[in-house]
C-alpha cells in the first residue's frame, strides 16, 4: 500500500524558513518523479514542484521559484521542500504526492497535508 | 500557461440522480486530463486520468470523456459518499501542471 506522510509544517514570520518532508512507503521510490502540492485556505489547488527519480531534474512553479527547493534523499525514501524568504502567500497546506510516467502525467497517490501559516 | 476552466463552480442534486461536470482548457491538451475527488479536509484522491481511465479502485459509478480541450467527468448514480469537490488537472504543458477552479457537489 502506498503511504506518504508529511511532516513539517507550522507557524512562521513573513521572511522566515521551514522545511518540510514526506516520508513514502509501498512503493520503489526512487523509481518515480515526486512533487509537491499546495492549498491555500478555502481555495483551489496548485502545483509547487517535481523532482524526479535520481534527483538530476526539478521543477518549480513561477510564484516559488528562487526561493523553495526541492531535494529527496531516496536512500531514506523521503522527499524534501525547503522553503526560504516565506510570503503569506504561501499559507497552504502542502500535500506531497507521487507520479505516474516520467513526465508526471498524473499524481496518483497523496499524502494528508502539512499546514504552513505564515504570518507576524 | 494553459488555463482549466470547469463548470459549474458547484451543484446540488439528488442520491440517485446522473452529475456531469464539464472541464475546457484553454488550448489543446490531448488527452493529458486527469481528475481529483477531495472530501472535506481530506486530500484530494486520483479518480480518472488520461481523460477516461479509471484508476484503481475508485467505482465504475465514475466516468471520464473527452479530447482537445472539452472534457466531462459523470457521476452515474450520485451517492452520499461522492459529497465532494472534484478538480479535473492538466498535464500536458511541460513543466506547468494546472489544475481547475473545482467542483463542489453537495446533496
Known sequence: EV?????GGGLVHPGG???????????TFSNFVM???????????????????????????????GR?????????NTLFLQMNSLRAEDTAVYYCAKCLGTRCNVFDYWGQGTLVTVSS | DI?????????????????TITCRASQSVTSYLNWYQQKPGKAPKLLIYAAST????????FSGSGSGTDFTLTISS??????ATYYCQQSYSSLTWTFGQGTKVEI
Not at chain 1, 3 to 7: P, T
Not at chain 2, 78 to 83: A, C, G, N, S, T
Request: proline content about 3%; aromatic content about 6%; some cysteine.
Open chain 2, 3 to 19: 488555463q482549466m476552466t470547469q463548470s459549474p463552480s458547484s451543484l446540488s442534486a439528488s442520491v440517485g440522480d446522473r452529475v
Open chain 1, 17 to 27: 524558513s521551514l522545511r518540510l518532508s514526506c516520508a513514502a512507503s509501498g512503493f
Open chain 1, 35 to 65: 512533487s509537491w502540492v499546495r492549498q491555500a485556505p478555502g481555495k483551489g489547488l496548485e502545483w509547487v514542484s517535481n523532482i524526479n527519480g535520481n534527483a538530476g531534474s526539478t521543477y518549480y512553479a513561477d510564484s516559488v521559484k
Open chain 1, 3 to 7: 503511504q506518504l506522510l508529511e511532516s
Open chain 2, 78 to 83: 450520485l451517492q452520499p459518499e461522492d459529497i
Open chain 1, 68 to 76: 523553495f527547493t526541492v531535494s529527496r534523499d531516496n536512500s531514506k
Open chain 2, 54 to 61: 479509471l484508476h484503481s479502485g475508485v467505482s465504475s459509478r
